[in-house]
């Protein structure tokens, strides 16, 4: 891949990342009731309670895929950096374009993450 190219990707990358970074600041802040959390906002009904407790948790299980997206797209900067971004690390082919298009982060290309799916699943 071309130094232009791979500079675009990288300014990407760095786009996302940033985006990211804020919105799993905001997240952690909702989760752990850091945003203007007052007394009076304490629920009363046990339903209130239970719809807090699953916001909670379903903000946390967002976070945490939030987290692993970040750190996938810091590998993918590390491989920019090293002049290695858009070889798979299955087969170490290119990665077609359109794949880092729609994922800019993806260390590998179809086949090979189709591969390593499988296998995870079995």
Do not use: W
């Not at 990288?10 to 203007?36: P, W, Y």
């Not at 009904?45 to 976070?63: I, K, P, R, W």
């Not at 070889?87 to 590998?108: Q, S, W, Y």
């Amino acid at each position: 891949m071309k130094k232009s190219e791979m500079k675009v990707y990288k300014e990407r990358l760095l786009g996302i990342r940033d985006r990211l970074r804020g919105d799993v600041s905001s997240m952690a802040d909702a989760a752990l009731g850091n945003e203007g959390s007052e007394a009076s906002s304490m629920p009363i009904h046990m339903a209130e309670l239970g719809s807090d407790n699953f916001e909670q948790e379903f903000t946390l299980s967002l976070l945490a895929t939030e987290e692993d997206t970040l750190g996938m797209i810091e590998g993918a900067l590390q491989r920019v950096e090293s002049g290695v971004y858009g070889v798979c690390l299955g087969c170490e082919a290119a990665i077609p374009k359109t794949r880092l298009n729609a994922i800019p982060h993806a260390p590998m290309c179809i086949k090979c993450a189709s591969l390593k799916d499988q296998n995870l699943a079995s």
